[in-house]
């Protein structure tokens, strides 16, 4: 998948003729990410929670009787985006 969004950045780059500034970005995104931690977390982060949600969708799981007895708002928190028949999401 990052092969694709990684073409589709360099065709849109190459279409606008914004080559140069999309390298500049990604040098400085790594830079960013070099020196603070932190930034790298998120980005990773948020890389992890998109994979497993494909590997969830993919396999067809839904949460079972012992996420369903979760309090509520942490049912909401932990399915951002992902809504479950019974209630949150």
Known sequence: MAGRYATA??????EENAIDAVQADLERFDALVA???????IA?????RCF???VLD???AAPDAA?????ENLRRQLAV?????GGTA
């Not at 985006?81 to 028949?85: A, N």
């Open 67 to 71: 996420y369903m007895k979760l309090d």
């Open 9 to 14: 950045l360099f065709e849109l780059a190459l």
């Open 58 to 60: 993919g396999v067809g």
């Open 44 to 48: 990773l982060a948020a890389a992890a």
């Open 35 to 41: 020196e603070n931690a932190d930034v790298l977390d």
């Open 81 to 85: 985006g992902r809504p479950f028949d």
């Open 52 to 54: 497993f949600s494909k």
